[in-house]
């Protein structure tokens, strides 16, 4: 039987090659790819995973092209108008995960409005990561307790990092072939499992979903004790 994860984080990669490999711009892919997102959103709820965080723009992805940021930033606005309404009356809880300073006030306003309409639902936490980067989260958390005089431990700074509200990832999806982390979950990753799809995110549907499930299923989280600990842990099922 597949065991759900609790918490799935997926970093969204390889809209530009979708786009590419079918001669259209890279700006087509990343439309693409928010309708995978609306897919896979709602394949997490009807699973039962509690929490979805995905990476939708990292601090490096500034240093992309000029129009292809000016096209994310315009296409994040516009989905935000577009999918919060459905994702409200869905259920969705929705976070916005990273540094704001930078961003234009129609995307903060899209932001301020969807974390509000949404606040008061529970059927699924939707973090997106935006302006985010696992390096700017530990700096946050650790510049926050500096300033409140507070020391620094694994435990204060948890409770200050940007997604403090949330349990760790048991599952850290990347789709694009690559095999890297790319400054996401940086601290929240430690004990997390990975599985790293050959898809590319606008052909991650639920079948993709399903199989990392699957997979997610089979592995051992030891959490540093040994096989022979965990059994010994595990409940009987023979009856006595
Ligand atoms: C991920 O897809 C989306 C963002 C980083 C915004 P990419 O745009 O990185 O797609 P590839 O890796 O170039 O195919
Ligand atoms: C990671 O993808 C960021 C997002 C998916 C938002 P990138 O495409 O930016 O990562 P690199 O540059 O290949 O490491
Ligand atoms: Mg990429």
């Known amino acids: 039987m597949s065991q759900t994860p609790n918490h799935i984080a997926i970093v969204m990669d390889g809209n530009g090659r979708w786009a590419s490999k079918r ?3 890279r700006i087509a892919g990343h439309k693409q790819g928010v309708d995978s997102l609306r897919r896979c ?5 009807d699973r039962g995973v509690a929490i979805l965080t995905v990476f939708a723009f990292s601090s490096e992805n500034w240093n992309r092209p000029i129009e292809e940021v000016s096209g994310l930033m315009d296409l994040f606005a516009m989905a935000l108008t577009r999918e919060v309404p459905n994702l409200k009356a869905d259920g969705v809880q929705i976070h916005f995960i990273g ?7 129609k995307v903060l306003a899209g932001i301020g409005l969807a974390e509000f309409d949404t606040a008061k639902n529970s059927r699924l936490i939707l973090n997106i990561c935006f302006n985010y980067g696992g390096r700017w989260d530990i700096a946050q958390a650790a510049a926050k307790l500096a300033a409140q005089g507070q020391a620094i ?7 200050a ?3 403090a509200h949330v349990p760790d990832p048991d599952l850290v999806i990347r789709t694009g072939s690559e095999q890297r982390i790319s400054n996401f979950l940086l601290w929240q990753s430690a004990y997390s499992e990975f599985i790293f799809s050959d898809k590319l995110w606008p052909e991650f549907d639920e079948n993709a979903l ?22 010994a842990k595990k409940p009987s099922t023979v009856p006595n």
């Open 23 to 25: 001669f259209l711009p």
């Open 41 to 45: 959103v709602k394949a997490c709820a």
């Open 99 to 105: 540094e704001r300073k930078a961003l234009s006030p």
């Open 153 to 159: 431990t694994e435990s204060s700074l948890n409770s």
């Open 161 to 163: 990092m940007a997604l």
């Open 210 to 231: 399903d199989d990392a499930i699957a997979e997610f299923s089979g592995r051992e989280r030891r959490f540093g004790q040994t096989s022979g600990q965990l059994l």
